[in-house]
């Protein structure tokens, strides 16, 4: 997830910003953030997609994580989306009441990530963003979990989704192969 997030730093939804979050939904969760161009990490990258959520009280299911059960990978990747629901999220109508779970949880992970670091802008891609009706859906829940504790910028600018789409991680590698390169010199 770091080079998506460089990617989008560089090139995207994060560019001109000191602090960018990337998150991909899909397969399962990860993440990456920069603060001003650097990776924010310790002696391991952080595993983003493993924090602890909140189950939503509509919600029955345990989680699909081996490790943790109900973290953000287990309760809204798409593995979690299918075991729950018998299909996939792309096959799931925008109109299932299912999505306003999935984007309570997706609104939980940008709560924590915006008390936590404050960055600039947190950018969620991966298939499940794919479902374009999301966005909205998640900004309506960050706004309830947030309570307006903190001021944040305007939400079609902080929670959205990559500008570079897929090309995000492979753009951020380039990035980062010529930022090194560079470094030889």
Not at 113 to 133: E, W, Y
Not at 147 to 169: F, H, R
């Amino acid at each position: 997830m770091n080079a998506a997030a460089y990617g989008e730093y560089v090139f995207g939804n994060g560019k001109g910003l000191s602090s960018v979050v990337y998150y991909t939904i899909g397969t399962g969760v990860g993440g990456g953030a920069l603060q001003d161009g650097h990776f924010i990490e310790g002696f391991s990258h952080p595993e983003m997609g493993h924090m602890m959520i909140v189950p939503h009280p509509e919600d029955e299911f345990k989680g699909s994580c081996p490790f943790h059960g109900n973290c953000l990978e287990g309760m809204a990747a798409g593995p979690a989306i299918e075991k729950r629901n018998g299909k996939k999220g792309q096959d799931i109508p925008a109109e299932d009441p299912f999505w306003e779970i999935e984007a309570e949880y997706i609104a939980q992970c940008a709560y924590n990530t915006t008390l936590m670091l404050s960055p600039d802008v947190i950018i969620f891609g991966g298939g499940v963003m794919k479902q374009r009706h999301m966005v909205k859906k998640v900004h309506q829940a960050f706004t309830r979990l947030l309570n307006g504790y903190v001021k944040t910028p305007s939400l079609d600018k902080y929670i959205v989704t990559p500008a570079l789409e897929d090309n995000a991680g492979t753009l951020g590698c380039l990035a980062l192969a010529k930022k090194a390169e560079e470094q030889k010199l």
